[in-house]
């Protein structure tokens, strides 16, 4: 992941001309500008999207003036802010947290800078499929038929920097509500997930989902049962990376796996009477 991000700002940064370093590796000797990347910790506190991490990118300059430390900012921003790139089989979506300080002049190597941080998130949760029947196919088949241009349903093409929105669903929870001779039935807590760059296009669309489930009350899922939808309620304000905007209760069954009985070929029967009988129905007795 720090060598495609430093690869992405060496080769969208001309002003650099390469010149991107780890902490260790720079110092006052280096020709200016240059950037230092430093990577931060990992965020545990979603585990279920492998992990979000934070960097920090620090532009050198020449002891100057601060307007050109600006004008490197801006371009760090413009490169990373929304950026989706990808490093050892993860995709990752990089995302523009703030400065990390006020501006500071670097006096033992003869510069002044300012940092930015950025939190980097791992982008494998974003299929959310499991198997048939998938609640999560559900809603991401009723998505599409909704709205067939307007949003994506399919991570592989979305691209942060897209006017339509990237809707994706995540199971949450299962909890078993009834089971019978036929059917199990579950209860699932699936969270909706809408990304977009603008808040007000988010806004938007958490309306057009929460109010569409709740008109909708049934989906039909791929083995033709029913995916009830029990509840569901919506925060604007929440994290769509982290936590998921709205928050859907739905019930559906499993039918129970169908038990395969060998089939008898041969009874051998004693007593009084004396005979087998084989495949077929024909008897076999003592005097045949």
Known sequence: MRTSIK???????????????EP?????????????????V????????????????????ARTTFQQVDALANAIINTLHRARLAAA?????????????????????????????FRVFALGWLSGLTYEP??????????????PVEAHVDPSAWAPSNEKPGIYWRLVR????????????????????????SATVRLTWVRKITEGLAQQRRLK???????????????SEADPMRRGQVQLIARFGVLQPTTEY???RKAAVSGAVNQEVVEGGESEGPDK
């Open 221 to 235: 899922m791929s083995d033709g049962g029913p995916l009830g939808l029990l509840k569901v309620t919506a925060n």
């Open 89 to 117: 089989n993860e995709q990752y979506l990089v995302d523009y947290l703030g400065s990390a300080g006020q501006d500071f002049v670097d006096i033992e190597w003869d510069a002044i800078t300012r940092g930015l941080r």
């Open 174 to 197: 299962l909890n078993t509500t009834q089971i019978t001779a036929a059917v199990n039935w579950l209860e699932a807590q699936i969270n909706g997930h809408i990304l977009a760059p």
């Open 262 to 264: 060998t089939v008898l």
């Open 42 to 61: 990992q965020d545990p506190e979603a585990d279920w999207s492998a992990f979000s991490t934070i960097m920090e990118v620090w532009p050198y300059v």
């Open 134 to 147: 998938d609640p999560v196919e559900t809603l991401q088949s009723w998505v599409k038929r909704l709205w």
């Open 24 to 40: 260790h590796a720079a110092g006052p000797a280096i020709k200016k500008p240059y950037l230092v990347l430093r990577e931060g």
């Open 7 to 21: 690869q992405l700002l060496m080769d969208n940064i001309q002003s650099i001309g390469g010149r991107v370093y």
